[in-house]
């Protein structure tokens, strides 16, 4: 296999293939507890750290997407919390203690779901976090990497990955070390795992949509900002989750 972009095209195109036919069932369970938890007022929170952040902005607060959700991220701690700005570093996600401020910090209540990303699915705050959720009766589905999370030793004083806490595992197909495209020194180029986790997401959010409609209940779902009546019809949707929701950095 060369190195080009018609190269990576051909693998990202597999992969998708791959990811959409295999977590095809596992899609429709993390619909499942989605439209659950939103029917009993629930709101989906979505969490990831590094690239992985991208998940959660797939899900949280974008055109298409469900208005009930709200993103979680490691500058929480800076940004609501009043911690200092040296916090945050690539080390931060390391940190299991981080994952109980971060709880604290959300507008959190009991019928609340989560969404965690981790391609590796091993570092000491995102198992933490899932330990904490799931420990405070929320459902939880987890996005990760199956071939690299089964390479790596957990991080996580527990030896537990974000896997073993998750009601439903979805795979997203990426290989160890997430890019796939061997360099002839070694390493390799092109990444998947932003790819097919944003596949995976709206997979998900499509299936909740479908199962509030086949029961005929209007879902609660953004318009573009950037067409008109957007703002109008989404700051209405945004009022009945008023606190429980946010929106920004």
């Given amino acids: 296999m060369t190195v080009s972009a018609e190269d990576y095209l051909a693998v990202v195109t597999e992969t998708i293939g791959r990811v959409s036919a295999s977590q095809r069932e596992a899609v429709g369970r993390a619909a499942d507890l989605i439209a659950d938890a939103l029917r009993a007022d629930g709101v989906v929170h979505a969490f990831g750290t590094g ?16 208005v009930p959700t709200n993103r979680i991220a490691l500058r929480d701690v800076v940004l609501r919390g ?27 209540h009991p019928s ?4 965690v990303a981790s391609n590796s699915g091993v570092n000491g705050a995102v198992v933490e976090f899932a330990a904490l959720v799931t420990g405070r009766g929320h459902r939880l589905v987890a996005i990760t990497s199956a071939q690299h999370s089964a390479r790596m030793a957990s991080r996580h004083p527990s030896g537990r990955k974000l896997a073993d806490f998750a009601d439903v595992v979805l795979d997203n197909g990426a290989p160890y070390g997430d890019a796939t495209l ?15 986790a944003a596949l995976l997401a709206q997979q998900i959010t499509v299936e909740v949509v479908a199962r509030m409609l086949a029961a005929g209940e209007p879902p609660p779902v953004y318009l573009s900002a950037n067409i008109a009546g957007g703002d109008a019809h989404n700051d209405a949707l945004e009022a009945r989750y008023a606190g429980r929701i946010r929106r920004g950095a």
Avoid: K, N
């Avoid at 949280?60 to 469900?66: F, M, N, V």
């Avoid at 609340?112 to 969404?115: A, I, K, L, R, S």
């Avoid at 061997?182 to 795992?193: F, I, K, N, R, Y």
């Fill in 51 to 66: 690239h992985s952040e991208a998940l959660a902005m797939e899900i949280a607060g974008r055109a298409g997407g469900l």
């Fill in 82 to 108: 009043g911690a200092s700005a040296d916090v945050l570093g690539p080390l931060l996600e390391r940190d299991p203690a981080v994952a109980h401020r971060l709880y604290e910090l959300a507008p959190v």
């Fill in 112 to 115: 609340d779901v989560f969404v």
């Fill in 182 to 196: 061997p360099l002839p020194g070694g390493g390799a180029v092109g990444a998947v795992s932003s790819i097919t």
